[in-house]
Nanobody, 124 residues
């Protein structure tokens, strides 16, 4: 599997960004994709995840009601729409996938395949 993220950048507080994660090389229809982030000096944390087979999702409390995860199965792409961004959301965002994970998981150790990351900076 290969994962490629895009969509990061610099945005002012209160602004929005949409991250994309293209999953290539996967041959099964049931798998999960998670979004994680890591800020400087902090541990990596789970942000959101989705089971692409049934669309079930999970969110970290810190992003609930601000971020929305979705998938386009035909394009094998998972999106993370981020609204009402805050400076605390500044981090490198990674997507991860695993074809042995069938339900949404926020544990990074459950995922075997990772993208290269995309920087999100929220600053005025």
């Amino acid at each position: 599997l290969q994962l490629v993220e895009s969509g990061g950048g610099l945005v002012q507080p209160g602004g929005s960004l949409r991250l994309s994660c293209v999953v290539s090389g996967i041959t099964v229809r049931e798998y999960a994709v998670g979004w994680f982030r890591q800020a400087p000096g902090k541990e990596r944390e789970g942000v959101s995840c989705i089971a692409v087979s049934d669309g079930s999702t999970r969110y970290a409390d810190s992003v609930k009601d601000r971020f929305t995860i979705s998938s386009d199965n035909a394009k094998k792409t998972v999106y993370l729409q981020m609204n009402s961004l805050k400076p605390l959301d500044t981090a490198v965002y990674y997507c991860a996938a695993d074809d042995s994970v069938l339900s949404p998981s926020m544990r990074d150790r459950d995922y075997s395949y990772w993208g290269q990351g995309t920087q999100v900076t929220v600053s005025s």
